[in-house]
């Protein structure tokens, strides 16, 4: 195993709109909120009361026709998970880059696609 399932991401162009269309569609609870404006969770409370995120939204400026949703995997070492992806056909898109910044990173991440074009997103909590 190269990466486990982390969450699915849809990409909305209104956070607040998208999390009451995808809470009441679903049942999920609002979660985490990226202290940069730019995601929000939606998930499950857990034993401690927090609410564990299985769908993100991701603000969008511009929505493609049809909308995007891609997965996240969780890695251990973006760097060294591409070449293992790429030796099963898959491609980097992106190149690996931090978010929001490196002195102050939530996550390290670099977007791939599967061998027909699909993109996902390979991330590890620098944290």
């Given amino acids: 195993m190269i990466a486990e399932f982390e969450k699915v991401v849809v990409d909305v162009p209104d956070l607040e709109r998208g999390l009451e269309f995808w809470g009441?569609?679903?049942?999920?609870?609002?979660?985490?909120?990226?202290?940069?404006?730019?995601?929000?969770?939606?998930?499950?409370?857990t034993t401690d009361g927090d609410v564990?995120?299985?769908?993100?939204?991701?603000?969008?400026?511009?929505?493609?026709s049809g909308g995007s949703?891609?997965?996240?995997l969780k890695?251990?070492?973006?760097?060294?998970?591409?070449?293992?992806?790429?030796?099963?056909?898959?491609?980097l898109k992106k190149t690996?880059?931090?978010y929001p910044d490196?002195?102050?990173?939530?996550?390290?991440?670099?977007?791939?696609?599967d061998p027909w074009g699909t993109p996902f997103c390979i991330i590890r909590s620098p944290v």
Avoid: C
């Fill in 75 to 91: 890695v251990k070492d973006v760097e060294a998970a591409i070449p293992k992806i790429e030796a099963m056909g898959g491609k």
């Fill in 24 to 45: 009441k569609l679903t049942g999920l609870e609002p979660g985490y909120v990226d202290p940069a404006g730019k995601f929000m969770g939606l998930g499950r409370k």
């Fill in 96 to 98: 690996p880059a931090f």
């Fill in 102 to 113: 490196q002195q102050s990173a939530l996550l390290e991440w670099a977007v791939m696609q």
């Fill in 69 to 72: 949703t891609h997965i996240d």
């Fill in 52 to 64: 564990n995120s299985v769908i993100l939204l991701q603000h969008v400026d511009h929505m493609g």
